[in-house]
Nanobody, 119 residues
């Protein structure tokens, strides 16, 4: 089993950069993909960015060009750097990973960290 712990987030003004990070513990060798989702009040959870072991990186259109996902070589920590955040980026941000083992595939989620962007 893998456990995820997020850090970062908080209150920033529009245009100020912000980082959120996620640290995984447990069977990190089984991690296939890692990424970030967010959920704003009254809205569904949505993908922000993700990267996988096949070398693919995907961004939501709203994040393209403004956010960057990065990870360490051990696949146990990843971050989302938000450049020029906007008030509409205000949401709870969740780190996510897809775990694939020989017997099962499942998703793991962090507890979420609040990001608030003031205008």
């Amino acid at each position: 089993q893998v456990q995820l712990v997020e850090s970062g987030g908080g209150l920033v003004q529009a245009g100020e950069s912000l980082n959120v990070s996620c640290t995984a513990s447990g069977s990190v060798t089984s991690i296939y993909a890692m990424g970030w989702y967010r959920q704003a009040p009254g809205k569904e959870r949505e993908l922000v960015a993700e990267t996988d072991r096949d070398g693919r990186t995907n961004y939501a259109l709203s994040a393209e060009g403004r956010f960057t996902i990065s990870r360490d070589n051990a696949w146990d920590m990843w971050s989302l750097r938000m450049l020029s955040p906007k008030p509409e980026d205000t949401a709870v941000y969740y780190c996510h990973e897809r775990v694939i083992t020989v017997v099962a595939a499942y998703d793991c989620w962090g507890q979420g960290t609040q990001v608030t962007v003031s205008s």
